[in-house]
């Protein structure tokens, strides 16, 4: 699957990744969704849109018992009445709606601070110390940065990628209602 790096126009306009976060939010905030993350590439020829969502006010861990099907389909709906109603020229898209799963990406202070205590596996951008990535438990995140045990602090503008990261054993007990 390629990337696009241009997703498609938009009432004339070349959409970005961006510009698209920046669409969607208002519709699924107004739904009770959080943007949780967006990927948008190719596949055979046609638009490929993955929207990730979670609970609008989802503040710990466990909160609202996670996304179900029920939450995709109406998520799936929405979006799909608004790139049908107010983007007529995009055929042939295909939109994909999920939860961002056990390995969830993290992107925002709000996320970072809603898994504290968590372990996280953070890639950089570029090297610190000879290399790009850490693993490390969610102490914080203020300001623009985020702190994890050993006494390390990234800037959220340096991480690549930050996905919680959890053992077999934990990933197991989730698995099993513990």
Do not use: H, Q, W
């Given at each position: 699957m390629a990337a696009?790096?241009?997703?498609?126009?938009?009432?004339?306009?070349l959409m970005t990744r961006n510009?698209?976060?920046?669409?969607?939010?208002?519709?699924?905030?107004r739904t009770g969704y959080d943007l949780a993350d967006l990927k948008i590439s190719s596949q055979n020829k046609k638009l490929l849109i993955q929207v990730f969502i979670d609970h609008l006010n989802a503040e710990t861990a466990d909160a609202n018992g996670g996304i179900?099907?029920?939450?995709?389909?109406?998520?799936?709906?929405?979006l799909g009445d608004?790139?049908?109603?107010?983007?007529?020229?995009?055929?042939?898209?295909?939109l994909e709606i999920s939860s961002p799963g056990i390995d969830r990406i993290l992107k925002k202070e709000k996320d970072f601070n809603?898994?504290?205590?968590?372990?996280?596996?953070?890639?950089?951008?570029?090297?610190?110390?000879?290399?790009?990535?850490?693993?490390?438990?969610?102490i914080?995140?203020?300001?623009?940065?985020?702190?994890?045990?050993?006494?390390q602090q990234f800037n959220l503008s340096d991480i690549a990628e930050a996905r919680l990261h959890y053992?077999?054993?934990?990933?197991?007990?989730?698995n099993r209602g513990q």
């Open positions: 696009v790096k241009a997703a498609f126009f938009y009432k004339g306009i510009e698209f976060e920046t669409l969607f939010t208002p519709i699924l905030e179900n099907f029920d939450d995709c389909e109406k998520v799936s709906a929405v608004f790139l049908d109603n107010e983007i007529p020229g995009l055929d042939g898209y295909m809603r898994f504290a205590g968590s372990e996280v596996k953070i890639k950089l951008k570029s090297p610190v110390e000879g290399t790009k990535v850490f693993y490390g438990g969610i914080r995140c203020e300001n623009g940065v985020l702190y994890i045990t050993g006494s053992s077999d054993e934990e990933i197991f007990k989730k």
